[in-house]
Every structure is written in structure tokens, then in C-alpha cells.
């Protein structure tokens, strides 16, 4: 079985920063695309961050030149560093991971239960 436990959710003030942290753990043989998703209340779970293996990234619009995503291959964690936080960044985040538990088995899609980010105005 594989987890993903995230950290560093709480309350800021608008233009401030955050850093979320997921770490990856249990029955891991590789891990490709980790990301972050975010949902806030009424709405759709949308991308924020992707990052492959190799350290491609890809950014939702909305967050480009704000939030920065990174990962630690060897500690199986990924971060997402939220600054100039506004308002509308108010959400659930989530972790995700593209995980191959062996090396026969295809790789599955893993999620965090998700850390709580609220931006006061």
C-alpha cells in the first residue's frame, strides 16, 4: 500500500507565503509525475503544479510565477512553495503520485487527504 501524508496547510494573509510538503511512503518500486490540486468550496478539483521524475514542470495559470513545485526524489516528497497568496488560493490542497509498487505492475494514481489553505483578505 502506498500513502501520501501532506503538511503545512493553515491560515495567511493575503501576500504571504506558504510551503506545503507531501511525502510518499509504503510499497514504492518508482515514482513518475507527482503534483499538487487544489479544491475549493463549490468547485471542481483543478491542477496547480506537476512535476515529472526528471523535473519537468507544468504550472496552472492562474499560479504561474507564484507558486514554485519541487521534489526530493530521494526522501519520495514533493513541495509546492506558495507565495504572493491571494484570496482565491483558498482551498483544499492535494497531493498526488503516479506510482509503480513493482516492476511488472502498472503504475497507479495515489492522493493525499489533502491539507487546508485559507488566504485571508
Known amino acids: 500500500q502506498v500513502q501520501l501524508v501532506e503538511s503545512g496547510g493553515g491560515l495567511v494573509q493575503a501576500g504571504g507565503s506558504l510551503r506545503l510538503s507531501c511525502a510518499v511512503s509504503g510499497s514504492i518500486f518508482s515514482i513518475s509525475t507527482m503534483g499538487w490540486y487544489r479544491q475549493a468550496p463549490g468547485k471542481q478539483r483543478q491542477l496547480v503544479a506537476t512535476i515529472t521524475s526528471g523535473g519537468s514542470t507544468n504550472y496552472a495559470d492562474s499560479v504561474k510565477g507564484r507558486f514554485t513545485i519541487s521534489r526530493d526524489n530521494a526522501k519520495n516528497t514533493v513541495y509546492l512553495q506558495m507565495n504572493s497568496l491571494k484570496s482565491e488560493d483558498t482551498a483544499v490542497y492535494y497531493c498526488?503520485?503516479?506510482?509503480?509498487?513493482?516492476?511488472?505492475?502498472?503504475?497507479?494514481?495515489?492522493w493525499g487527504k489533502g491539507t487546508l489553505v485559507t488566504v485571508s483578505s
Open positions: 498526488h503520485a503516479n506510482v509503480k509498487t513493482d516492476p511488472v505492475t502498472y503504475a497507479m494514481n495515489f
